[in-house]
């Protein structure tokens, strides 16, 4: 079977995620909280997670105050069994159905090559890759279901570090690099059930993860970047939202860089 175009739904539609149901992890702040509100204020349902039951439930009053369809449930996504618990709760939510997966949560330790132990290897990776891989495998029954036009979504938060080299975060290089592979493989794989597989790869955003990083690391990092700043987590939510739409239907297996051109300068 092959995906479905576009080309029979209005414009309003193309550029609507009414009607539709999403996962996205690491809803709590930066760049999923983000996410979660785009994506509800553009019609999806969402359900989301993180480890912190108490910030995750102030969460969620928020969003409610604010009229936003988001339930959430407490989920730490390097832990199988628990990925296996969220996706029965997605699946009892939504009916058996998803449009759109959002694999955002993950950490950033910075830390020299040569200090990590195993477990803290086996840690991040099971956190930062392994989760989406096993992710995206529980929710392709749920995806293939979707009713969206143009197709479900996966979308991979990867980074920059993913491709250009920096210092201090050589495993998270690796799960990042190793998810934008994912990415295309799985885009290759589950395009004839429909689904797009897609990553964002940001530049620097100002969120928690990077708030403590050392000014002079900050001010180096500007110098290197055409646009001079660093993003805000809107700006890669809208392109998280844009990449979910049935108006982003031709687009699969994508990287996509927000970095204020920070990797096509030298
Ligand atoms: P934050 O630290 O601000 O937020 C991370 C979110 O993920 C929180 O909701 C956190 O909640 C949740 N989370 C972390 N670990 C787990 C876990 N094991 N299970 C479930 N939830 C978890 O990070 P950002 O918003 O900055 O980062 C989001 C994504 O974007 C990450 O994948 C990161 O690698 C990527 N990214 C970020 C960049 C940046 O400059 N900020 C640049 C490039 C990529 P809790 O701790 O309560 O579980």
New binding site residues.
């Given amino acids: 079977m092959a995906a479905d175009g576009v080309g029979g739904i209005s414009r309003a539609e193309r550029w609507s995620l009414a009607g539709t149901a999403a996962l996205v992890?690491?809803?709590?702040?930066?760049?999923?909280?983000a996410i979660v509100e785009e994506l509800a204020g553009f019609g999806a349902t969402v359900h989301t997670?993180?480890?912190?039951a108490a910030?995750?439930e102030e969460c969620r009053r928020r969003w409610e105050e604010k009229g936003l369809p988001v339930t959430v449930s407490v989920?730490?996504?390097?832990v199988r069994a628990e990925r296996e618990k969220l996706m029965e709760t997605v699946n009892q939510t939504f009916d058996g159905k998803l449009d759109i997966l959002v694999n955002?949560?993950?950490?950033?330790p910075l830390k020299a090559a040569v200090e990590w132990t195993a477990d803290e290897y086996s840690q991040l990776m099971t956190?930062?890759l392994e989760?989406c891989f096993h992710l995206c495998q529980l929710a392709h029954p749920l995806l293939i279901h979707a009713s969206i036009a143009g197709g479900s979504s996966i979308v991979n938060?990867?980074?920059?570090?993913g491709s250009i080299a920096y210092k201090g975060v050589a495993l998270?290089a690796i799960s990042?690099g190793g998810m934008n592979q994912l990415t295309r493989s799985l885009a290759t794989e589950w395009a004839p059930n429909n689904i797009r597989v897609n990553a964002i790869?940001?530049?620097?955003?100002?969120?928690?993860?990077?708030r403590n990083i050392d000014k002079n690391i900050l001010e180096q990092e500007y110098s290197k970047t055409p646009m001079r700043r660093?993003?805000e987590?809107v700006e890669?939510a809208s392109t998280a939202m844009f990449l979910c739409m049935p108006a982003a239907s031709f687009i699969t297996g994508q990287v996509i860089f927000i970095d204020g051109g920070r990797t096509i300068s030298g």
Avoid: W
């Fill in positions: 992890t690491g809803g709590s702040k930066g760049i999923g909280h997670c993180s480890r912190n910030e995750l989920c730490d996504v390097s955002n949560a993950g950490q950033m956190t930062n989760s938060i990867s980074s920059i570090s998270y990042k790869a940001p530049g620097f955003i100002t969120t928690d993860m990077t660093s993003g987590p890669v």
